[in-house]
């Protein structure tokens, strides 16, 4: 008999389900606000109220259910630990929770870890058992799959990549997404301007420079202003770093980047590349490996947790 999944995306915005077969075909989706300032006591409800219509409509039983969650989470209790864009849900063992309450197998990931998955089982990076996911938005999170398999560590923590610790300008210690994310493009502009460097960015904000935004960045760059393209040139760089360190340490053959940073197209991945390409200890690194944007749009952490849940189940029987 066929197997289908209920995939669920709990966002800080928005929460989807849908119901998933083994190739990844979406049914029965349905998506709310999360309304997050709410809190868990009258979100919950709702989600589960959305899981049980999605169970209720299915053709065929439902084997499980995969949840993706902003992280850090426990996965191997299926806790929600601290998520920052969900007031109230700290230590929430939500994957109990919705087994119990359905009395269904229920497995819980971090959202940027099962968007790694699906772009391996249905995006960008298919045929590929060995790749690396990046979002490189508001945040920069990622995932690690290797031989097929996400890699979470002993405690299934594992997979921060936003997280990599660097040192910047020498000598202040920073990491990863503090250097390159969305909102690191807006303060490397401003300090630029305070520099003393023209930019039509400071026509956009009506002089404004607290409303210097990455989101403002990329619209000027995207527009051809100097300054902007160098800040975006300057992140693109500083993520292919990163780049060429996981290259060393995973030897993946594919990396996927996406988030709303991404929008910005080669902009963004000529100097991530390049300054992959550069860092690299041999190419051996560099020239097997792709570095390619992400295939999947708002469903992919709808697709990953179905993975997810297809892949325990798989355990279980092992």
């Known amino acids: 008999m066929e197997t289908r999944v209920v995939g669920v995306d709990l966002g800080g915005t928005r929460m989807r389900v ?75 063992p939500l994957g109990r929770i919705v087994q119990e309450r359905f009395g269904i197998p229920a497995f819980l990931g971090n959202d940027a870890n099962v968007a790694a998955l699906a772009e391996v089982y249905k995006g960008a990076a298919i045929g590929h058992k060995h790749a690396i996911y990046i979002t490189v938005s508001t945040g920069i999170g990622g995932g690690i799959v290797i031989d097929g398999k996400l890699l979470l560590g002993a405690y299934g923590l594992g997979g921060e990549l936003g997280h990599i610790v660097m040192l910047a300008d020498g000598e202040r210690v920073s990491t990863l997404e503090l250097e390159a994310a969305g909102p690191a493009l807006g303060r490397y502009a401003v300090r630029r301007i305070q520099e003393g460097v023209q930019s039509r960015i400071v026509d956009m904000v009506g002089g404004r420079l607290d409303a210097v935004s990455g989101k403002v960045v990329g619209q000027a760059a995207q527009q051809g202003d100097p300054l902007a393209l160098e ?40 100097p991530m590349r390049e300054a992959a390409r550069a860092h690299v200890i041999d190419p051996a690194y560099f020239d097997r490996c792709s570095i390619v944007p992400a295939a999947l749009g708002e469903d992919v952490a709808i697709i990953g947790a179905a993975v997810l849940a297809f892949q325990s189940l798989q355990l279980q029987v092992d």
Do not use: C
Request: hydrophobic residues 40%; without cysteine; proline residues 10%.
């Open 18 to 92: 849908a119901i998933l077969d083994s190739d990844y075909h979406l049914y029965e989706r349905a998506e709310e606000p999360t309304r997050a300032h709410e809190g868990p006591a009258v979100t919950l409800p709702r989600l589960l109220k959305m899981i049980e219509t999605a169970i209720q409509k299915s053709e065929v039983p439902i084997a499980a259910i995969g949840i993706s969650s902003p992280g850090p989470i426990e996965p191997n209790t299926g806790a929600i630990v601290a998520p920052p864009n969900l007031p109230g849900w700290h230590n929430t």
């Open 231 to 270: 800040a975006v040139e300057h992140s693109g760089k500083i993520v292919g770093y990163a780049i060429a360190s996981m290259m060393h340490l995973f030897n993946p053959s594919i990396f996927v980047v996406g988030g709303g940073v991404t929008s910005l197209g080669e902009l963004l991945f000529k």
